[in-house]
């Protein structure tokens, strides 16, 4: 946790910008957490920060490669970046919303070996899987 938050400390100086306590508020809010909609986020910091002020925090942080969003249909939910986070991907429930992270292996080889088939350099990639989790599929 500690180093986690000195390495954003250090990379929010690289990046030309001051380390204030707002932005460490927000960062420290999505430390391990599944991926928030704003609006969890904020009721998270629970009013320490006013919205505005989050919202601009988080479009910083997103220009910055700290955070990226997580499309979920016409929503979106955040999350830190692989440099911040280890690399991993979701399944979404779309009854509950009900977010489980997996990390596969085998994703990652296959994807890097798809790329490679295509002559392509691959960068980055997400991938949405959505559907009904264990419990709603009961019911
Ligand atoms: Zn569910
Ligand atoms: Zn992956």
């Not at 500690?2 to 932005?23: A, F």
């Not at 692989?82 to 977010?99: R, S, W, Y």
């Not at 994807?111 to 997400?126: E, V, W």
């Amino acid at each position: 946790m500690e180093e986690r938050n000195l390495s954003v400390q250090s990379y929010l100086k690289d990046s030309g910008y001051n380390i204030t306590k707002q932005r460490l508020l927000v960062f420290n809010s999505l430390v391990g957490e599944e991926p928030l909609s704003m609006h969890q986020l904020i009721a998270r910091i629970d009013s320490k920060i006013d919205r505005a002020s989050i919202y601009r925090i988080i479009d910083l942080f997103e220009k910055l490669g700290i955070v990226q969003r997580l499309n979920i249909g016409w929503k979106y939910k955040i999350e830190l970046t692989d440099k911040f986070a280890e690399h991993h991907h979701h399944l979404t429930c779309q009854n509950c919303g009900k977010v489980i992270p997996i990390n596969e292996e085998s994703l990652e080889g296959f994807i890097g070996r798809l790329a490679k088939q295509y002559s392509f350099t691959a960068q980055k990639h997400q991938i949405e899987i959505q559907g009904l989790c264990s419990d709603c599929a009961k019911n």
